[in-house]
C-alpha cells in the first residue's frame, strides 16, 4: 500500500510549504504584520510653497521618482540646469514628476521666479 | 481715490511750476522733484483736475500692467472686472491718452484664450493704441513664441522696440526671458548692444521713457524684484537729461529719483502683492473685498514740452 509513502510525501511538502515566508505571512497572528526586507523609497514627493522648494537639495537612490507639486497661487516651472528634464509651466496643485535612473548632481530652478534653485543628488 | 504725482523738473519748482503741478493733481499728495530731491505738500479738494487743454506738443499716455488674465484665485476671483475699471478710469481722464503701455503680465499662463480675452477687452472699450512688452507670465510653454507671434510685429529679440512720440522717445525693454538660475530679471547682451546703438544718435536733450516687466533697479533682490544687467543700460542713459523708467512686476507703485532718472512702478489691475519683505513671498496678498480697489491701479503721464518735465499720477480703483 502506498498510502504511507503518500501521507509521508505530503507531509513534507506541507513541511516544506510551512517554511515559506509566504505561507507564513498569512498565518501570521491578527495584528502582527510579517516584516520584509528594508527598501529606500522608490518615490519622494516636493511640495513648492512661498517661492521655495519644499527640500532644496535631496538625495535619493537610482531610480527614484520625484514629484514636484506647487502649492503656491502662482505657477512655477521646474528646469534642469542641464537640460536634462523641464516641466510646463505648473498651476496651482499640479505636479511634475521625473525619475532620476543614472547617478549625479542634478540642479534645477524655476525659468519665471530664478532666485528659486534645488538640487536632487542622485546616488 | 488716491492719485499721487511725480513731477520731476531739473530747473527746481518755482511757485508758477508748484501751482502747476496742484492743478494736475487733483486730490492727494503732490510729490515735487528739484534737484534730485523730493518734497512732498498736501492738497486741498480741487474737485475737478483744472487744466484739461494741454499746449500743443503736449501729451498724456497712460500705463496699464499685469492684468494677469486668466488668475481667479482668491487675491480676486474676477481680474476682467478689475481691469475694466481700470480702462474706465482711463476713459474718465481730464485729457484723453495719445496711447497706453502695458508693461506685462497680460496673461497669467500664457494661454490664447487668456491673450484673447485681454485683445477683446481692450477692443471694446476703444482704448487706441496699445504698447506691450512681456512678463515672465506671458512666456511659458514655447519661450515667449506665442507673445511675438500676437505683439511682436516691429520689434527686435524677444520683443525689444523703440518709438518716437512728439518728440520723447519710447524704448520698451524685455528683461524677462533667459533668466539664469539664482539671478534676477536679465536683459542680455543683444539687446543691451541694441538699447546703445540706438541711443547713439539721440541728442541728450531728448526725453527718454523706458519701460520694462521687471523692476529696472534694486527693489528688493531676496523677492527677485530687480535686473542683472540693468546697470549697463542706465550707463547708455546717463547722459540723458530727462529719463523716466517705467515698470510693473511687483503689483505696488514705488518710486526713485536718481538724478535725471525717475524710476516708477504701477500698481496690477489684477491682485496686489506685499510690500518687501513684509510677507513670507512676493505671491497674490488677499485682502477684503472692500479693500481690493485701493490696491489696484493704473498711472497716467503728462509730457510737458515747455518744461522737458513728465508729470506721473498713479490712480486707484476705489
Redesign the interface.
Known amino acids: 500500500m502506498n498510502t504511507l509513502r503518500t501521507g509521508t510525501y505530503a507531509l513534507a511538502i506541507i513541511a516544506l510549504l510551512g517554511t515559506s515566508p509566504a505561507l507564513r505571512a498569512s498565518y501570521a497572528p491578527a495584528g502582527q504584520e510579517a516584516k520584509p526586507a528594508k527598501e529606500p523609497p522608490k518615490a519622494v514627493a516636493i511640495d513648492i510653497d ?3 522648494f519644499g527640500v532644496v537639495s535631496l538625495n535619493v537612490a537610482a531610480g527614484t521618482t520625484v514629484t514636484w507639486t506647487n502649492r ?4 512655477h ?1 521646474i528646469v534642469s ?1 542641464t537640460k536634462v528634464f523641464k516641466s ?2 505648473l ?2 496643485g499640479d505636479p511634475f514628476s521625473f525619475t532620476f535612473k543614472d547617478a549625479g548632481t542634478f ?3 524655476c ?5 528659486m ?1 534645488g538640487k536632487i543628488v542622485v546616488k | 481715490m488716491a492719485d499721487s504725482i511725480i513731477h520731476p523738473d531739473d530747473d527746481g519748482v518755482d511757485r508758477r511750476g508748484f501751482l502747476r503741478c496742484m492743478a494736475w493733481a487733483g486730490t492727494g499728495m503732490a510729490w515735487i522733484a528739484g534737484a534730485g530731491i523730493l518734497k512732498s505738500a498736501p492738497l486741498p479738494r480741487l474737485g475737478q483736475a483744472a487744466d484739461s487743454s494741454l499746449a500743443k506738443g503736449d501729451f498724456v499716455f497712460a500705463q496699464l500692467s499685469d492684468s494677469h488674465i486668466g488668475f481667479a484665485k482668491d487675491a480676486n476671483k474676477d481680474v476682467v472686472s478689475t481691469l475694466q475699471a481700470a480702462i474706465g478710469r482711463i476713459q474718465s481722464l481730464p485729457v484723453a491718452p495719445d496711447f497706453l503701455i502695458h508693461t506685462g503680465d497680460l496673461t497669467h499662463l500664457s494661454k490664447p484664450e487668456e491673450f484673447d480675452t485681454l485683445q477683446q477687452v481692450l477692443l471694446s472699450a476703444r482704448v487706441g493704441q496699445v504698447f506691450y512688452v512681456p512678463g515672465e507670465h506671458d512666456v511659458l510653454a514655447d519661450d515667449g513664441r506665442q507673445y511675438l507671434e500676437r505683439y511682436g510685429k516691429g520689434t527686435k529679440g524677444s520683443g525689444w522696440f523703440s518709438f518716437d512720440h512728439k518728440g520723447v522717445h519710447f524704448i520698451g525693454l524685455v528683461n524677462v526671458v533667459n533668466l539664469k538660475a539664482g539671478g534676477l530679471g536679465n536683459l542680455g547682451a543683444e539687446q543691451l548692444e541694441w538699447l546703445e546703438k540706438d541711443l547713439k544718435s539721440r541728442a541728450s536733450s531728448t526725453p527718454i521713457v523706458v519701460f520694462a516687466h521687471i523692476p529696472l533697479w534694486s527693489v528688493y533682490p531676496d523677492w527677485g524684484w530687480g535686473t542683472d544687467d540693468s546697470a549697463q543700460a542706465l550707463r547708455y542713459l546717463k547722459r540723458f537729461g530727462s529719463v523716466t523708467v517705467m515698470n510693473g512686476h511687483i503689483h505696488q507703485t514705488l518710486q526713485k529719483i536718481e538724478g535725471h532718472v525717475t524710476f516708477h512702478t504701477a500698481a496690477s489691475t489684477a491682485f496686489p502683492q506685499p510690500a518687501p519683505g513684509a510677507a513670507p513671498s512676493p505671491g497674490p496678498m488677499t485682502v477684503p473685498a472692500a479693500q481690493l480697489g485701493s490696491l489696484l491701479g493704473l498711472t497716467d503721464v503728462t509730457f510737458v514740452r515747455r518744461s522737458h518735465a513728465l508729470a506721473i499720477v498713479d490712480h486707484t480703483l476705489a
Do not use: Q
Not at chain 1, 503656491?72 to 505657477?75: A, E, I, S, W
Not at chain 1, 525659468?111 to 532666485?115: A, E, T, Y
Open positions: 512661498n517661492f521655495k503656491d497661487d502662482v505657477p516651472t540646469l510646463p509651466a498651476d496651482t540642479e534645477y530652478y525659468s519665471m521666479h530664478p532666485r534653485t
